[in-house]
T-cell receptor, first 115, second 115 residues
């Protein structure tokens, strides 16, 4: 089944403890992206990647890192999480990042709580 | 400034009644337009998209949307709502000059369906 898989689904952590949220897609998509969803703010883009070893900042990249060493994986790294990073996170992928495409495929989300 | 507006935070509709969810955008040129649905605890699923051509677009689950250039709107409609349609709906735009690198989401409209 074609899908985007995020892990974990739920995570509670303490301020300052490094964490990684994994994202993997099995569709050979070139483009991957991370979003955070907060009440009243919708989804905001954190980082995106057009292809392996190509990443760029979205609208809210502060406090986050990403890497794209393999086409299928796009982990989101919080080096020193803070309570304002408590949010629902979504990974998404798309066949390409170009102007002719078919929309995103989203993962099921990771609910992160930083205390 | 470029933006996507969903003016209704919540909408309640009786089962069997018609539905219209509003979406307005502010961009220099007509962007790519999308509607996504997020069921509770799930990721986002693409309902429909508009790239060009016929301004009335048919999607999955009986939804349709109409692009109106003069009003910069892309409203989502359904003739008869089912209880399973209760979810959060997001309008999204992809500026043509940046493709899907910068897919921007509205803040969402939560649909409640009453018996």
């Amino acid at each position: 089944e074609a899908q985007v898989t995020q892990n974990p689904r739920y995570l509670i952590t303490v301020t300052g403890k490094k964490l990684t949220v994994t994202c993997s897609q099995n569709m050979n998509h070139e483009y991957m992206s991370w979003y955070r969803q907060d009440p009243g703010l919708g989804l905001r883009q954190i980082y995106y990647s057009m292809n392996v070893e190509v990443t760029d900042k979205g609208d809210v990249p502060e406090g986050y890192k990403v890497s794209r060493k393999e086409k299928r994986n796009f982990p989101l790294i919080l080096e020193s999480p803070s309570p304002n990073q408590t949010s629902l996170y979504f990974c998404a992928s798309s066949l390409t990042g170009g102007i002719v495409d078919y929309g995103y495929t989203f993962g099921s989300g990771t609910r992160l709580t930083v205390v | 400034a470029q933006s996507v507006t969903q003016p209704d935070i919540h909408i309640t509709v009786s089962e069997g009644a018609s539905l219209e969810l509003r979406c307005n955008y502010s961009y220099g040129a007509t962007p790519y337009l999308f509607w996504y649905v997020q069921s509770p605890g799930q990721g986002l699923q693409l309902l429909l998209k508009y790239f060009s051509g016929d301004t009335l677009v048919q999607g999955i689950k009986g939804f349709e949307a109409e692009f109106k250039r003069s009003q910069s709107s892309f409203n989502l409609r359904k003739p008869s709502v089912h209880w399973s349609d209760a979810a959060e709906y997001f309008c999204a735009v992809g500026p043509r000059d940046t493709g899907f690198q910068k897919l921007v989401f509205g803040t969402g409209t939560r649909l409640l369906v009453s018996p």
